[in-house]
């Protein structure tokens, strides 16, 4: 890929990754915690920049990002057991219900099934009461960008654009400012 002129992302994901896990570290402190939060930062910008690039997310990714998340729920690190369970099957099964709804009555695709994946690892990850803020923010993220690229290229409707890294950075969110978020959005 270096060759089609995309060799900036690279160093960029590395730098990237690589804040990513100091962030982790101060906020998680020195603990298993905060080496599973770089690793789910980790996945979350590499799926990011694959599906800005393939409009893909890749089942080894999203497929191993959900299985740890479980695994993560075990040692209560994030969410408990039960409301990790219950927010990968509801969040997979919820997306997957409005997309294929929405599909059928547009007769055509609307979202791939990367996403719906994605979206179930954040339920892993996050629980089931994380996954309304996390679509909520993925969704002002995604007509953020949709904004932009519409002002610069007014054509710009007519490409996909891809709801992989809206969904990772809602769930960056998440994960380490969830509970203010909450706490605020509750006050209001």
């Keep these: 890929h270096c060759s089609q002129g995309i060799s900036w992302r690279y160093p960029l994901v590395e730098g990237l990754t690589g804040v990513a896990f100091l962030a982790c570290a ?25 599906d800005l690039d393939r409009q893909l997310l890749p089942d080894e990714l999203t497929l191993a990002l959900l299985w740890i998340g479980l695994l993560a729920s075990l040692a209560g690190w994030f969410t408990d057991p039960e409301s990790a369970i219950l927010g990968a099957s509801g969040g997979f099964a919820a997306l997957w219900a409005v997309v294929t709804l929405y599909g059928k009555l547009r007769n055509r695709e609307v979202m791939g099934r990367g996403d719906l994946k994605l979206f179930a690892a954040m339920g892993a990850w996050l629980g089931w009461q994380a996954l309304p803020m996390v679509l909520f923010l993925a969704a002002m993220i995604g007509i ?3 904004a932009v690229r519409l002002c610069r290229r007014r054509d710009a ?32």
């Design 26 to 50: 101060l906020q998680f402190g020195p603990t298993a915690a905060a080496l599973a939060a770089g690793l789910f930062t980790a996945l979350v910008i590499a799926m990011s920049f694959i």
């Design 144 to 146: 953020g960008a949709s």
């Design 157 to 188: 409707w007519r490409n996909p654009l891809p709801f992989g890294p809206a969904l990772a950075a809602a769930g960056l969110v998440a994960l380490f400012f969830g509970p203010q978020l909450t706490s605020w959005l509750q006050r209001l």
